[in-house]
């Protein structure tokens, strides 16, 4: 039986990991995200959960310290944000090219200069080439259900990837939803027990990661290529059983929103699609025909689905919480572009970007992206739309 809870997005992280069982939990505070430590530490230190806390002085060092452990044959959680993920970028990186199955919680944020501890996604994109899966939430249920999730697919032998849990800091991480909490015995019922073997065993003393020649590098790197590929299909799987258990499904890769007759698109990232899709109901009441598609992976990239998706439109603005560096645009404007390869060209099309630095992606500019799309009289390319007010 669920038990219905006001939690906030943090809180949501913490109690998904706790359900999740983790035998090491390793993580330094750093804003927005330092309620889930907090939780956790709770948690373990007044007995209800049967797990070791590792106090940690730094980022680097809470993913070296998971990172051990996994490769010991335990699972393990770990939460972080913006300078924290920078600091902690070697391990990280080392994380996902060993192969180590784990969930980490980001409760995304801006990086700095100019200085700025406020929401945005810049974060976690900027470290999409680092080879763990990535996950990016809307509502706080959805944080917590997708701990669950993460774990089910990290741990899959066709995948064993690490994979991040993102969620919009302040938005999500502070602000309070109501919530069902699954019991114990529901969680046990749908995540079985962590029974990968250990890279790390005393009894056979073996080297890890040794000084690797170029060839055999190229192998490890393509069957965590492919392993990437397999991962679209095994998110699906996970989201169906899902659920079976727990009655909530989000779509696999993407979620999409009226798109069945649409003629122009939203696509969104994050906590932003709730008020993409309440755009799109004003928009159809005034004669547009739009729709919704919510990218919910951004790794491994759902290309077929995107593709898919947009076939039928007219045109599609992608609208991003974090600018590409080189590109007068958001970084998954360019992927959404590069998915539909020469299609895109049949389409009119632009970047939208808003919501840097903590500031607010509002209706009045979902209004404004759709309108634009509205009045492109041909298709091809447009200029950046910058959401400000």
């Known amino acids: 039986?669920?038990?219905?809870?006001?939690?906030?997005?943090?809180?949501?992280a913490a109690y998904g990991a706790a359900l999740c069982r983790p035998d090491l939990i390793a993580a330094y505070p750093i804003t927005p995200q330092s309620s889930v430590v907090e939780t956790l530490a709770d948690m373990v230190y007044s007995g209800e959960l049967n797990s070791?806390?590792?106090?940690v002085e730094s980022e680097h060092s809470a993913m070296s310290v998971v990172q051990g452990a996994a490769a010991a044959g335990g699972r393990v959680f770990t939460a972080t944000s913006a300078q924290g993920l920078a600091l902690m970028y070697e391990p990280y990186f080392r994380m996902s090219t060993?192969?180590?199955?784990?969930?980490?919680?980001?409760?995304?944020?801006?990086?700095?200069?100019?200085?700025t501890i406020w929401s945005g996604q810049q974060d976690a994109m900027s470290v999409r080439e680092a080879g763990w899966i990535q996950c990016f939430c809307e509502t706080n249920q959805e944080i917590l259900d997708m701990i669950l999730q993460g774990y089910m697919l990290a741990e899959d032998?066709?995948?064993?990837?690490?994979?991040?849990?993102?969620?919009?800091?302040f938005y999500s991480s502070h602000l309070v939803e109501r919530v069902e909490l699954p019991s114990q015995a529901d969680a046990d019922a749908f995540l079985p027990p962590y029974s990968l073997p250990a890279k790390l065993d005393p009894r056979t003393p073996q080297a890890l990661d040794p000084m690797t020649p170029g060839e055999l590098l190229m192998k490890?790197?393509?069957?965590?290529?492919?392993?990437?590929?397999?991962?679209?299909?095994?998110?699906?799987?996970?989201?169906?059983?899902?659920?079976?258990?727990?009655?909530?499904?989000?779509?696999?890769?993407i979620d999409t929103y009226l798109m069945e007759d649409a003629d122009f698109a939203l696509v969104t990232v994050g906590g932003m699609t709730g008020t993409a899709r309440d755009a799109v109901d004003e928009a159809r009441e005034r004669g547009i025909r739009a729709g919704v598609v919510k990218l919910r992976f951004i790794r491994p990239f759902p290309a077929e689905r995107v593709k898919q998706a947009l076939a039928g439109v007219k045109g599609f603005a992608v609208v991003d919480r974090s600018v590409s560096f080189g590109w007068n645009a958001g970084p998954m404007y360019v992927e959404t572009c590069a998915a539909l390869g020469e299609a895109v060209a049949g389409k009119a099309h632009f970047s939208a970007i808003g919501g840097l630095g903590g500031a607010d992606i509002s209706m009045a500019h979902m209004e404004r992206v759709i309108e634009a799309l509205a009045?492109?009289?041909?298709?091809?390319g447009r200029d950046t739309l910058w959401l400000t007010d």
């Open 1 to 12: 039986m669920s038990e219905v809870k006001a939690l906030t997005g943090n809180k949501c």
């Open 52 to 55: 070791r806390m590792v106090q």
């Open 98 to 115: 060993l192969r180590l199955p784990m969930v980490m919680a980001i409760a995304t944020r801006e990086m700095t200069s100019p200085e």
């Open 157 to 169: 032998p066709r995948v064993l990837i690490p994979v991040n849990v993102c969620y919009d800091g």
């Open 220 to 253: 490890y790197r393509r069957d965590h290529l492919e392993s990437m590929k397999a991962a679209l299909a095994v998110i699906d799987e996970v989201d169906a059983k899902f659920a079976a258990a727990f009655g909530r499904s989000y779509g696999g890769c």
């Open 375 to 380: 009045a492109a009289a041909a298709p091809g």
